[in-house]
């Protein structure tokens, strides 16, 4: 558990973006946690990392003036998103993640699957159908999640682009999921980590 020096809540290292103070006084964004010095905490969500830039919060826990990147906001979402990429990357070259939408179907119907992945402008038909898929065959538990397009998971699979992406269950799944929920705070508005398939109906 760390607390965010924006908004004073106490939040699990998986909610949270770890930064450091570089030797320039420069401010660091650390999302594999393991650079050395002492770790700043902000929650993982694009409000919280501006409110820390606008309020001097990194200054004010570093005890001491610190340069804070124009862009740093930004920079942590495209970090974000490549360490998505390269663990579904990973996942694909390990034959635990597959890509269009006969294959991802294949993958919801075997109830295997840990994740389903549709990219953030997929059409609603597609989608749609594959989410039915992810309701039966024991895919209850099968979260839905959309942060990144379909150029960002096409990179992962060695193409131009792709629309629908399923990962089998596995470590990769876990750390794909952890990463891709801290993404979504900063793509909230066309982001959707959706868990229940049927929407709450029939309950």
């Known amino acids: 558990m760390r607390k965010c020096i924006a908004t004073g809540e106490v939040r699990p290292k998986d909610e949270l973006i770890r930064f450091v103070i570089a030797p320039d ?9 393991k650079l050395p010095g002492r770790g700043l905490w902000v929650a993982a ?3 919280a990392l501006d409110e820390a830039c606008k309020r001097k919060s990194f200054s004010r826990a570093a005890r ?9 906001t930004d920079r942590v979402e495209s970090l974000l998103a490549r360490r998505c990429i390269d663990l579904l990357s990973l996942a694909r070259r390990a034959g635990e ?4 939408f006969e294959k991802a179907g294949a993958a919801l119907k075997s109830g295997k699957a840990a994740i389903y992945v549709s990219a953030r402008d997929a059409g609603l038909d597609g989608v749609g159908k594959l989410d039915r898929q992810r309701g039966g065959a024991g895919n209850l538990d099968c979260p839905r999640v959309d942060c990144l397009g379909r150029e ?6 060695g193409r131009d682009e792709a629309v629908h992406c399923v990962l089998m269950r596995g470590g990769l799944s876990d750390a ?11 793509r909230a ?6 868990t229940d398939p049927t929407g709450g109906e029939g309950k």
């Open 189 to 194: 508005a066309e982001t959707l980590v959706e």
């Open 45 to 47: 969500n694009r409000q």
């Open 25 to 33: 006084d420069g401010v660091t964004p650390d999302l594999a946690g």
């Open 64 to 72: 001491r003036q610190v340069d804070i990147p124009r862009d740093l």
């Open 97 to 100: 993640a597959v890509t269009g």
């Open 152 to 157: 960002e998971l096409g990179r992962a699979f």
């Open 176 to 186: 794909f999921l952890r990463e891709v929920k801290r993404l979504s705070g900063f």
